[in-house]
């Protein structure tokens, strides 16, 4: 049975950091990713990255404050976020794909995950 329960989350000041941690079991993926959904939001993409090859790829308002990585090992990934901002409040879900896609650009669409987690908030305060 496949399960990805994440972790980490929590409520923090802006500016300071957090480390998500999403721990995989059940399956071996070729890539796993974090999204987030705000209060009265969609969904959103944050940041995947590849299992095998550790590639990676960002939403835009995301980069330079997010670093998505992998420990193989312990079959989990991270999402460390630096610098953060009120706007950076919402419920972030880990998923994880068993399909292959040419690009890492595929892997920015909620629909090439066919397995989620539970999520857990984060919370910014100003």
């Known amino acids: 049975q496949v399960q990805l329960v994440e972790s980490g989350g929590g409520l923090v000041q802006a500016g300071g950091s957090l480390r998500l941690s999403c721990a995989a079991s059940?399956?071996?993926?070729?890539?796993m990713g974090w999204f987030r959904q705000a209060p009265g939001k969609e969904r959103a993409f944050v940041a995947a990255?590849?299992?095998?090859?550790?590639?990676?790829v960002y939403a835009d308002s995301v980069k330079g404050r997010f670093t998505i990585s992998r420990d193989n090992a312990k079959n989990t990934v991270y999402l460390q976020i630096n610098n953060l901002k009120p706007e950076d409040t919402a419920h972030y879900y880990c998923?994880?794909?068993?399909?292959?896609?040419?690009?890492?650009?595929?892997?920015?669409?909620?629909?090439?995950?066919?397995?989620w987690g539970q999520g857990t908030q984060v919370t910014v305060s100003s």
């Open positions: 998923a994880a794909t068993v399909s292959y896609y040419g690009g890492t650009c595929f892997y920015t669409r909620d629909d090439a995950y066919g397995y």
């Open positions: 059940g399956r071996t993926f070729s890539a």
């Open positions: 990255i590849k299992w095998s090859a550790g590639s990676t």
